[in-house]
């Protein structure tokens, strides 16, 4: 009887250039490599810019890079290759993450639907910062005040206009 040798094929690997924050913010929920599967939303928007197409690779001077491992059956269905086009709305999506992920975290710490409590936000954004080894040169702290201030009257603004 004849042996049947299986044969496997290496997973593409995609590297994926982003703000250094990004990196550190995925790098501890999911470790140094990202399997992606379709059962998450970044495994999503990742299938999502895959392409049967050769794509020629961007030249980015992006010292940040933040590796994804696509499996091969992945790569059958969807592509091989990523639309280096689609890379700057695959970070902006990622970032969106990210932001909605601190704000719930500091909403969820003050427990108290007073938004205007400086000290205790600024402690809060920077207990997430501190969480996901993100210093003062990948997101100034004083940035995501002001960026969480910004969503906080967005957030006021649009539940005056449902009422």
Known sequence: MAKVLKTTIDPT???IPMRSYLVKYLTKLYGK???????????????????KDYQKPIFTNEKSTYNCIV????CVTHGHFP?????SVLEKKIDNIFKTSMYEFVRINLQTGK?????????????????YNINEDDLNLETAYKNYSR?????????????
């Open 13 to 15: 690997v995609i590297k």
């Open 33 to 51: 490599e990202y399997k992606v599967t379709k059962r998450t939303y970044l495994g999503l928007i990742i299938v999502d810019v895959l392409t």
């Open 71 to 74: 499996a091969n059956q992945l």
């Open 83 to 87: 639309k280096y086009t689609s890379f």
């Open 115 to 131: 938004y205007d409590q400086s000290s205790e936000i600024i402690k809060c954004l920077g207990a997430f910062l501190e969480f």
């Open 151 to 163: 969503y906080v009257s967005k957030k006021r603004n649009s539940d005056k206009k449902k009422t």
